[in-house]
Nanobody, 122 residues
């Protein structure tokens, strides 16, 4: 089992920045690919970014490329999502996930956190 706890969400004005953190505990963190997804009430949970177990491989949704950066610190068992240039359409609940490969598909992930809310005001 892997337990994931997100933090860092909040209210920010458009154009601002936030950094989300996801602290992992339980089984070996370094063996898992990690990802961020987001969900707006009434809509499907959508892929945001993923990073491979070594940190060398990353992938992003087109909507966040050039604005968001995913990274991981294996010594701290933590994955981060640096979000710059935030837009009102980035408003959502953000979820951290752990899986075997840095997939963009929800089905590729075995463990999920409870989410952290991000609100971007215009």
């Amino acid at each position: 089992q892997v337990q994931l706890v997100e933090s860092g969400g909040g209210l920010v004005q458009a154009g601002g920045s936030l950094r989300l953190s996801c602290a992992a505990s339980g089984r070996t963190f370094s063996g898992y690919a990690m990802a961020w997804f987001r969900q707006v009430p009434g809509k499907e949970r959508e892929f945001v970014a993923a990073i491979g177990w070594s940190g060398d491989s990353t992938r992003y949704a087109d909507s966040v490329k050039g604005r968001f950066t995913i990274s991981r610190d294996s010594a701290k068992n933590t994955v981060y999502l640096q979000m710059n240039g935030l837009k009102p359409e980035d408003t959502a609940d953000y979820y951290c996930a752990a899986g075997r490969r840095p997939s963009s598909m929800r089905i590729g992930y075995d463990y999920w956190g409870q989410g952290t809310q991000v609100t971007v005001s215009s």
